[in-house]
């Protein structure tokens, strides 16, 4: 709010993901790091090791609990193995693990010599997950209606003000670009209590360092 010049600013700010699970099954990766880490307390790893998972494992909780349960309990019974350089790897249903000891020859230059190291293998979104600007799936339409509804609330009492709203996305649409969303706005227009849509992500900026970045996606007449 600027008193002086009568102006003022008013956000609203939401989430959007697809696919709509998106954020269940982020957080499914951190339940198994959890659980693993916490299995694999005092274990003494003098070196460096890594554990490879999929990225955005699916699954109920339960299943996700107990493959994250299974895979400790593993890799703690074969440690003397473990420790003389042998990898193990398992499955569970769709989800699958590797772990063991990572050579010299392939750390990275700031890597540490010890402890634990999780790398996530692939995109965790499949090519049906990508969406059609044009036809977007009947989930995603809802997600924006329900994001709409919150923008009339907030921005009615704020008719003279500019109005933005800030997009974070997740899934899919984390990896499109501007393109897409003008394609998108042009074929479902936004309400025009909307004056502006940003996207606000936090990403990485350099190779060392996270902040966020803003890009205008939507301008209204």
């Not at 982020?26 to 299995?39: A, K, M, P, Y």
């Amino acid at each position: 709010m600027d008193d002086e010049r009568g102006l003022w600013l008013v956000i609203e700010r939401k989430s959007i993901a697809w696919p709509t699970e998106y954020a269940y099954r982020h957080s499914n990766d951190h339940v198994v790091i959890e659980i693993v880490s916490h299995e694999l307390e005092g274990l003494p790893m003098e070196c460096l090791y890594e554990l490879r998972l999929p990225m955005l494992l699916q699954g109920s909780r339960k299943e996700v609990t107990d493959f994250a349960s299974g895979v400790g309990k593993a890799i703690r019974a074969r440690w003397d193995e473990i420790t003389s350089g042998t990898c193990f790897k398992g499955r569970s249903g769709a989800c699958w693990w590797r772990f063991g000891k990572v050579p010299e020859w392939e750390r990275e230059d700031e890597e540490p010599t010890s402890g634990l190291k999780v790398a996530w293998i692939g995109r965790g979104l499949a090519v049906t997950d990508s969406v059609d600007p044009v036809k977007p799936p009947e989930e995603l339409i809802k997600a924006r209606h329900k994001i709409y509804g919150s923008c009339t609330d907030k921005f009615t009492a704020y008719s003279a003000a500019r109005r933005v709203l800030v997009l974070d996305p997740f899934g899919a649409l984390r990896m499109e670009n501007l393109e897409f969303w003008r394609n998108l706005w042009t074929h479902f227009p936004p309400l025009a209590c909307i004056g502006e849509i940003w996207s606000g992500i936090f990403d990485w900026v350099t190779d060392t360092e996270q902040d966020w970045i803003f890009e205008r996606l939507y301008i209204g007449a």
